[in-house]
């Protein structure tokens, strides 16, 4: 394939997607290889989503001179499901919450794909991490440590080898069903208003080991 040859990239590209996923592509924009990038970039987003569900894939050759192909619509395409999974581990502990679950941009491994159970994850990409931030409500938290609910909730990410973050919030009644991540760019006055307490934090590292911040990598 010649690299003057956007249109015919752009197809390989989708038809690469639609294998993997099973699903249809729109193309939004295209850029070759070149001084800044070594690889060509096209952006898209799912037939059945919107805009705003854009992501990246890149292809380059290698040294077979094979096109090689990586995009990063997977975390997209798991994100309902890793957040009914970590919903399970929430909803032991408090009734009332908000979940929020995102990967971040880039390209993810090929070997990632429709069939990937979230378990799996872990031994294709350990690179793979998430950041959930969870809203509580007020009553829901009442009588409930928030250091032990957290490690608890990472515990059980541990166990099904899902590494990654988690903000917890508990937020006032009268603010919950409201509640969103804009809430997190509000100024510390604001936040007052919002938020019960400081909120806590901890992780499942990529040697899934749980940690609260500040205690290691």
Known sequence: MKKSDPEAIKDQMISYLQEKYGEEFIPISFESSGFAYSYDTLWVYP??????????????????NTY??????????IKPQYEAVLSGFVSEIYQDF???T???EGVWSEQLNKNTKIEEIYEIDR???SSNVIFVKEDSAKNIDDEEAIRKIAENMKAKKMVG???LYVVYNDKFDSIGLEALSLTNAQM????????????VNRSLEVKKYGEGT
């Open 192 to 203: 007052k208003d919002v938020f019960v307490r400081d909120y806590v934090m901890i992780k």
């Open 98 to 100: 908000k979940l929020f």
């Open 68 to 77: 090689v192909i990586s995009d990063g619509y997977y975390g997209i395409y």
């Open 165 to 167: 973050n988690i903000q």
């Open 47 to 64: 037939k059945d989503g919107t805009k705003a569900d854009r992501f990246e894939v890149r292809g380059s050759k290698a040294k077979d």
């Open 127 to 129: 690179l793979v991490s």
């Open 102 to 104: 995102d990967f971040g």
